[in-house]
């Protein structure tokens, strides 16, 4: 089982990445919840939205993996 602020940022990442435009106030009070600062959210936020664009890129040109 995953400590308490692992969990609370993975519910983050995997809401923004399928639910973004449900995404609150909420969530991020629920990150200051579990000790993280505004600028390990702000982190948080920008890891999972460039990964989210990255791979949304290459799915879209439909690049694959080298083997």
Known sequence: MLPP???????YALKLTLAPAG?????VDDLRGVGLSDGAIH???????YYN?????AL????????
């Open 53 to 57: 664009f990255v791979n949304r890129m």
């Open 43 to 49: 982190d948080a936020a920008g890891v999972v939205a």
């Open 23 to 27: 995404m609150s106030q909420q969530d």
């Open 5 to 11: 602020r692992s969990r609370a940022l993975v519910a």
């Open 60 to 67: 879209g040109l439909g690049v694959e993996l080298e083997t």
